[in-house]
């Protein structure tokens, strides 16, 4: 029998060459030009790319860190959850409920604060505001069913009032038929401080009904779109869910709109969504959802059912979201008290605890006594990249309009690994001397690399007109770019 015939490798190459041009082509076709200014833009989605081989978009977890508190105190207890993180100067708050559990309408349950100037270390002030248990010696700033879940935030609104620095959002529906709907009383209330520490409502009335708010219901200023952004707790057809709304004032706020999804992704319970612009790309929006699974029960011992991780997802526009990483951000791990019920929540807020560190927080083993919050460590915009392996790969981008002469990478490689930038015209043809060949290959592991070639490390002068970057590159990641002076 003869052997079988094969294209030989040279045919190959040149018939993946006119596949892969003709699939370049019909990209460019569809992206135009994004003006990029000099923010920093990263690889979380396809909004940069226009083709790509070998190349794939990768989540990247991050480092479990330091349990930073246990919920031990008495007026804390074993369902104490819902905690925000935010730097203020350089101190650094966690805000949480105190609750041993109960109903969610309970006018015992109390939010507390926490301090810390590293974040790693936290300490409870003693700020003998308010009695508990018989004293005032504790670090609670608010008593009652709003601290269910009390979710305070700095104001970076640049018209903010001295005495409303700080603002939050806290409430529940009353109990009653379809209050899940937002058909009963209730709802979320506004709060104002100047220092974080003394709380007060702006309203005797809630300042938003439709939802159903037991859960984390966030907000922020949102300097992008300048404007306030609420994203709080719905049902769905059952599932939990979230919805967001905006305000001009804090007061006022439009309906709700429900999160969507590209088709084929399917609903999830998601308990939490702690989103938040950003920081230094405040114009993406970040999420880290609890997602919740209500029918598993993997310890026996533990009589609720449910169990949950952390996902992450991104928006470009507040109301439209990016999942292409189904897979969880944090998994529960080999700790038989994260695979309980609630367990495994981020908390909302980033901290830069270290140049280039970012500290978030988790909470971990709800229910048992030794509830805690642990911190979680990654590299600043290291949520995900553009990933090839050892064969390597690359990926041209859409065009874009630079707003300054350099760029600059966040990337990694192995010790074997590098990365190569092409600048091309909008046709894709390589600006002179800023071909492939004219630039020595990256390699290291950088947050702030400023790419060179042969013509140097500054761009040619394009008077507006937008460029292609053409990334060449094996076993290594790309995490985001910019341009800069």
Not at 191 to 206: M, Q, T, V
Not at 235 to 242: G, I, K, L, Q, T
Request: net charge neutral; charged share 25%.
């Amino acid at each position: 029998m003869p052997l079988p015939r094969f294209p030989s490798p040279a045919f190959v190459q040149l018939r993946f060459a006119a596949v892969f041009a003709a699939a370049v082509t019909a990209a460019w076709a569809a992206k135009s030009a994004a003006d990029l200014g000099q923010r920093w833009e990263l690889l979380v989605d396809d909004f940069l790319v226009d083709a790509a081989r070998d190349a794939t978009l990768t989540l990247h977890p991050p480092r479990r860190a330091e349990v930073v508190l246990v919920t031990d105190a008495a007026w804390e207890g074993p369902t104490s959850a819902y905690f925000t993180v935010l730097k203020d100067g350089d101190t650094i708050r966690l805000y949480y409920r105190g609750s041993v559990g109960g109903s969610d309408h309970s006018i015992d349950q109390v939010t507390c604060v926490a301090e810390s100037k590293d974040g790693i270390h936290f300490t409870r002030p003693n700020l003998g505001l308010i009695e508990v248990k018989g004293s005032k010696v504790n670090n609670v700033v608010w008593k009652g069913v709003e601290s269910h879940n009390f979710a305070p935030f700095l104001d970076r609104n640049p018209n903010a009032r001295p005495d409303e620095r700080y603002k939050a959002l806290g409430g529940v529906k009353q109990p009653g038929r379809n209050w899940h709907q937002g058909e009963t009383p209730g709802g979320l209330y506004a709060f104002a401080s100047a220092d974080g520490i003394h709380w007060r409502k702006l309203r005797d009335e809630p300042v938003m009904t439709q939802g159903a708010f037991d859960s984390l219901n966030l907000a922020f200023w949102d300097p992008a779109r300048n404007r306030y952004a609420c994203y709080s707790r719905i049902f769905a057809d059952r599932v939990r869910a979230v919805q967001s709304a905006s305000s001009a004032d804090f007061l006022t706020w439009g309906t709700g709109t429900p999160n969507r999804y590209a088709p084929g992704v399917p609903a999830e319970h998601f308990y939490t969504s702690a989103t938040l612009p950003c920081p230094e790309a405040e114009h993406l929006l970040l999420a880290f959802p609890m997602r919740f699974l209500p029918a598993r029960h993997k310890v026996p011992a533990h009589k609720p059912a449910g169990a949950s991780d952390a996902v992450f997802m991104s928006s470009r526009d507040g109301v439209t979201w990016d999942r292409p990483f189904r897979e969880a951000w944090v998994r529960p791990g080999p700790d038989v008290k994260n695979w309980t019920d609630r367990s495994n929540m981020p908390a909302w807020g980033i901290v830069e605890t270290a140049p280039g560190e970012w500290s978030m927080y988790i909470s971990e083993h709800y229910r048992w006594p030794d509830n805690r919050i642990r911190r979680l460590v990654t590299p600043r915009h290291r949520l995900g990249s553009l990933h090839a392996g050892a064969r390597g790969g690359e990926f041209t981008t859409r065009p874009l309009v630079p707003g300054g002469g350099r760029l600059v990478l966040n990337y990694a490689t192995s010790a074997a690994g590098s990365v190569q930038v092409e600048v091309q015209d909008e046709g894709g043809r390589p600006l002179p001397g800023f071909a492939l060949a004219d630039m020595e290959p990256l390699f290291g592991d950088e947050l702030d690399a400023v790419a060179r070639w042969k013509a140097g490390a500054t761009l040619p002068a394009r008077n507006g007109q937008p460029v292609r970057l053409r990334f060449v590159f094996k076993d290594a990641d790309v995490f985001a770019l910019r341009f800069a002076e």
